[in-house]
């Protein structure tokens, strides 16, 4: 009876270079089938872990949040404490809370900030090498941002969405219509851009392959009337292969 339960959400941060995504899969090792292990071992119940989103394989977070349900009374730093020493290095919880019942992480997000990282000096410090796209080409960056300026707002993104999304039967949700409020991208440093995005919802795949399509209009292969046009059309063939998981990041998920 959920009445009875306590809903717990943690603030989680994780390399996701050794996992095959989020998403609890049979034979593979993921992010919630690691958390949902240690949390049922040390409750001793069947613990069922829920994610604000799924993250691909070799995707990182500096700030996904989950939560789960227990009857056990759980003295959050405690445990807190006892989760990360069983968790391996790659996953820490950041923080445990206690939360009213019908908090969902998922259903009670209103958006969540990505950043996509890219190293663009002539040789990549091994320390970045899974963190951050290595690019040697000299991008057309103003080009980039006009690109990125028609992002900003509410579109349909079918053009930069991977097969598997959503459900394309059910037409009674927003389909692929997502709200951007925030595309940009800056420089740190003199060898590292980031672009951050920041909206109500992403498709699958999304950031990366429109970090795709706006990398090859930085190399000057379409130009910024032409990804307004890709964008526009609905059709995911006309838009760039999507960038690589290991430069992207979840950062936060808002409430």
Known sequence: MDHLLINIKLLVA????DFSGWQRQKYCSTIQGEIEACISRITQE????YGAGRTDAGVHAEGMI???????AIPTEDFSR???????G????LSVNKVDDNFHARYSAVGKHYRYTIFTGEIQPPSRRLYSLHIRDDLNLPAVRKCLQQLEGTHDFSSFENSGSRNREDTSGRGAVRTIFQASLSRKDNDLLMFEFTGDGFLRN???NMVGSLLDSGRDRQSPDKFGEILRSKNRTLASPAAPPHG????KVLY
């Open 14 to 17: 994780y390399d996701g270079t």
């Open 82 to 88: 006892s989760l990360n020493s069983m968790l391996p």
């Open 46 to 49: 069947k613990i069922s872990l």
């Open 90 to 93: 790659s996953i820490r919880i």
């Open 206 to 208: 999304m950031v990366r």
């Open 66 to 72: 989950a939560h789960f349900k227990t009857s056990r």
């Open 248 to 251: 992207l990041s979840l950062i």
